[in-house]
């Protein structure tokens, strides 16, 4: 059984900095492709970032590019995801996912992550 769980998560102004944790147990991950993914009220849950198994690979929607810095701890079945200069407009519950194949490549596309974590509220205050 896998579980996979996040941390990190709360209120900050805007302009600051949080760090979500994603820990994963039950089986080694260290050769799954890692993503988070995103979530506000009232829209679909939306792609932000993605990281290899060996995490030399990664990928930020445009919305985070140059904000967010994804990466990962295989020794620890780990990966982070440092959010700077938040917006109000990150605002969401984070989830992190996990691919079910081991040395699958990175993607965008939820449908293709079998393992999730219970989220993580992220609020952003103006």
């Known amino acids: 059984q896998v579980q996979v769980v996040e941390s990190g998560g709360g209120l900050v102004q805007a302009g600051g900095s949080l760090r979500l944790s994603c820990a994963a147990s039950?089986?080694?991950?260290?050769?799954?492709?890692m993503g988070w993914f995103r979530q506000a009220p009232g829209k679909e849950r939306e792609f932000v970032s993605t990281?290899?198994?060996?995490?030399?690979?990664?990928y930020y929607s445009d919305s985070v590019k140059g904000r967010f810095t994804i990466s990962r701890d295989n020794a620890k079945n780990t990966v982070y995801l440092q959010m700077n200069s938040l917006k109000p407009e990150d605002t969401a519950v984070y989830y992190c996912?996990?691919?079910?194949?081991?040395?699958?490549?990175?993607?965008?596309?939820?449908?293709?992550?079998?393992?999730w974590g219970q989220g993580a509220q992220v609020t952003v205050s103006s």
């Open positions: 996912a996990v691919r079910g194949t081991s040395y699958s490549g990175t993607s965008y596309n939820k449908n293709d992550y079998e393992y």
């Open positions: 990281i290899n198994w060996r995490g030399d690979r990664t």
């Open positions: 039950g089986r080694t991950l260290s050769w799954n492709a």
